[in-house]
């Protein structure tokens, strides 16, 4: 399996871009216990913001274009 280091950077940065967000976001200006409130399961929350990390980071993985 060749590997795409351009893919794997680019996505790599989003990721860490994107997490730095979310955590300010959930942990800062929303509050996760806001969210928990509001959601009624601790589980589903969890699991929603893992997904909200994973998936754009496989979509930018998938559609960055190699030269």
Request: charged letters at 20%; hydrophobic letters at 55%; one cysteine or more.
């Amino acid at each position: 399996m060749k590997l795409k280091k351009r893919k794997i950077k680019y996505s790599a940065i989003f990721l860490f871009c994107w997490f730095a967000l979310l955590v300010l976001l959930v942990d800062g200006v929303i509050g996760f216990q806001t969210l928990v409130d509001s959601c009624g399961s601790y589980a589903f929350v969890e699991v929603s913001l893992v997904l909200l990390v994973i998936l754009p980071t496989l979509a930018v993985y998938v559609f960055t274009k190699e030269k």
